[in-house]
């Protein structure tokens, strides 16, 4: 029960974007088509869920054995960079017109206080290797909710007749923020 309340707590009640507003950047670049916010919640749930796993082991087994405690931020800053870079490699191997839609947002997921965030938080909880990598993957879930739900009503909001001063990011800002407002709404569920 308690791992399903880690999970599910990542996912609705502490969602990274919707209610941490971290990874706020890619959320809302490249949430303009469905396609394309997938492309990325499937990166991000990839990096979020292995950087967990990984930097349990190099907090763990590396730093605080020797010491190094205080390295943790650049450690896990290059744990997360190897994972986007594998991505990256891999992303453009298989699918280059995903590659292309991503674009500049794909190497950026290196940067993404979400994916940095799960990280911390993973150590500041003192989960275990399973809790955090659970963690992790929930944290990823929740992004990718946030970005596919928001990607839809981005689309549906260009078919829609909207005053000019509110065209664009105006609208989508507070898109957003109705879209938190509700994610909050699950806050003391567990």
Same mark, same amino acid.
């Given at each position: 029960?308690?791992?399903?309340?880690? &999970?599910?707590?990542?996912?609705?009640?502490?969602?990274?974007?919707? &209610?941490?507003?971290?990874?706020?950047?890619?959320?809302?670049?490249?949430?303009?088509?469905?396609?394309?916010?997938?492309?990325?919640?499937?990166?991000?749930?990839?990096?979020?869920?292995?950087?967990?796993?990984?930097?349990?082991?190099?907090?763990?087994?590396?730093?605080?054995?020797? $010491?190094?405690?205080?390295?943790?931020?650049?450690?896990?800053?290059?744990?997360?960079?190897?994972?986007?870079?594998?991505?990256?490699? =891999?992303?453009?191997?298989?699918?280059?017109?995903?590659?292309?839609?991503?674009?500049?947002?794909?190497?950026? &997921?290196?940067?993404?206080?979400?994916?940095?965030?799960?990280?911390?938080? $993973?150590?500041?909880?003192?989960?275990?290797? =399973?809790?955090?990598?659970?963690?992790?993957?929930?944290?990823?879930?929740?992004?990718?909710?946030?970005?596919?739900?928001?990607?839809?009503?981005?689309?549906?909001?260009?078919? =829609? $007749?909207?005053?000019?001063?509110?065209?664009?990011?105006?609208?989508?800002?507070?898109?957003?923020?109705?879209?938190?407002?509700?994610?909050?709404?699950?806050?003391?569920?567990?």
């Amino acid at each position: 029960m308690e791992l399903f309340g880690i &999970v599910f707590g990542a996912i609705f009640i502490n969602n990274f974007v919707l &209610v941490r507003f971290l990874g706020i950047c890619p959320y809302l670049g490249v949430s303009r088509r469905i396609e394309t916010a997938m492309g990325m919640g499937l990166a991000v749930i990839f990096v979020m869920t292995i950087a967990s796993f990984v930097t349990y082991f190099v907090y763990h087994l590396i730093l605080i054995p020797f $010491n190094l405690g205080y390295l943790y931020i650049v450690s896990f800053i290059l744990v997360i960079a190897v994972l986007v870079q594998l991505v990256e490699m =891999v992303i453009q191997k298989q699918s280059p017109a995903l590659h292309r839609a991503l674009g500049i947002y794909l190497p950026l &997921v290196t940067t993404n206080c979400a994916i940095l965030g799960v990280a911390f938080l $993973n150590i500041q909880e003192g989960f275990t290797l =399973v809790e955090s990598t659970l963690h992790g993957f929930g944290a990823g879930i929740g992004f990718t909710l946030a970005i596919i739900l928001f990607a839809g009503l981005r689309e549906r909001l260009d078919l =829609v $007749n909207i005053p000019e001063s509110l065209k664009g990011a105006p609208i989508g800002l507070i898109v957003a923020g109705l879209l938190s407002i509700g994610f909050m709404g699950f806050v003391g569920m567990i």
